[in-house]
């Protein structure tokens, strides 16, 4: 979600067949309107989605991310995950603030982070997969928020 800007329902219907891990990593994202973008995505991430393609049974067509159950991952349950791992992270690095964190603030700030790096408005529009310039006064406005996530990425805590 933080790599690509996603939409959390992005993600939770991505499939094997979407990801290319090989060489440079990228993933098709099916987003609204029927409208697929192709994302990069950095060194560490395809890493990691080449290690749990190892542990998958799931062939092509199967859904990329699952709960215990083997089911497709939900909404509460993306949230529910992200809120376990920031809570271990704080407890690791206690500078890393309190707050309510949830799956659509990693859009937020990647949009924030893409923007801070350099990135143009044109392209942060593109690979947040919007069709209206409105959007980007609604993600990119600075919050303790974004700071906090781009900080437990600086910390290289890989299970954010």
């Not at 309107?33 to 989605?49: A, F, H, V």
């Not at 159950?69 to 603030?97: E, I, K, M, N």
């Not at 923007?115 to 993600?139: H, I, V």
Request: charged share 25%.
């Amino acid at each position: 979600l933080y790599n690509t800007g996603a939409r959390v329902s992005e993600a939770l219907q991505l499939r094997w067949s979407d990801l290319a891990t090989e060489g440079p990593g990228q993933v098709r994202l099916h987003g609204k309107g029927g409208r697929d973008r192709l994302c990069p995505l950095w060194k560490q991430t395809t890493r990691l989605l080449r290690q749990l393609r190892q542990r998958s049974a799931a062939g092509p067509e199967g859904f990329v991310f699952l709960n215990l159950r083997g089911q497709p991952l939900t909404r509460d349950g993306v949230a529910y995950v992200l809120r376990r791992c920031y809570r271990r992270a704080q407890q690791r690095h206690p500078s890393l603030p309190k707050f309510s964190i949830h799956p659509h603030l990693l859009r937020h700030t990647a949009a924030h982070r893409w923007l801070a790096k350099g990135g143009t408005e044109g392209g942060l529009m593109a690979m947040a997969g919007w069709s209206q310039p409105d959007m980007l006064m609604r993600y990119t406005r600075a919050r303790a928020e974004h700071r906090a996530i781009e900080e437990a990425h600086r910390l290289n805590l890989g299970e954010l």
